[in-house]
Nanobody, 122 residues
C-alpha cells in the first residue's frame, strides 16, 4: 500500500518535496519510481531508485532539478527544485515486486499510490 503526500501549489522557481510511504513492505528490496500525469497527457517517468545499489535514475526533463532521497526503509522522498509550470501534474509513486529490477516503464510497476497534485504557477 503506497501513499503519496506533500503536493501543493507553488510558484515557478520554488521547491517542493513529495513523499511516498509504503505501509507493509519496505523499499529495502523493491525498486520504486515516481511518475507524473498532466491533464490530457500520458503518464510519464520522472525518477526511479534501485534500492540495493542506491542508484537513482531521472528523466531528462527533471535531471539536475529533482532528487530522490531515502528517508527510511518505508519512505522515499522526491525533492523538486526550480519548479516550472511544465512540472504541473499529478505525481504517483509506484513500486515493483521484491528483487525485480528498476524500470522506467509504468506497465512494469504493479503497485501504485493514489497520486498527489503538484501545481506550479507562472
Amino acid at each position: 500500500h503506497l501513499v503519496e503526500s506533500g503536493g501543493g501549489l507553488v510558484q515557478a522557481g520554488d521547491s517542493l518535496k513529495v513523499s511516498c510511504l509504503s505501509s507493509g513492505s519496505t523499499f529495502s528490496s523493491r525498486a520504486m519510481a515516481w511518475f507524473r500525469q498532466a491533464p490530457g497527457k500520458e503518464r510519464e517517468f520522472v525518477a526511479a531508485l534501485n534500492p540495493s545499489a542506491l542508484i537513482s535514475y531521472y528523466s531528462d526533463s527533471v535531471k539536475g532539478r529533482f532528487t530522490l532521497f531515502t528517508e527510511n526503509k518505508n519512505t522515499v522522498d522526491l525533492q523538486m527544485n526550480s519548479l516550472e509550470p511544465e512540472d504541473t501534474a499529478v505525481y504517483f509513486c509506484a513500486a515493483r515486486r521484491p528483487y525485480d529490477g528498476v524500470s522506467k516503464e509504468a506497465v512494469n510497476y504493479p503497485f501504485w499510490g493514489q497520486g498527489t497534485q503538484v501545481t506550479v504557477s507562472s
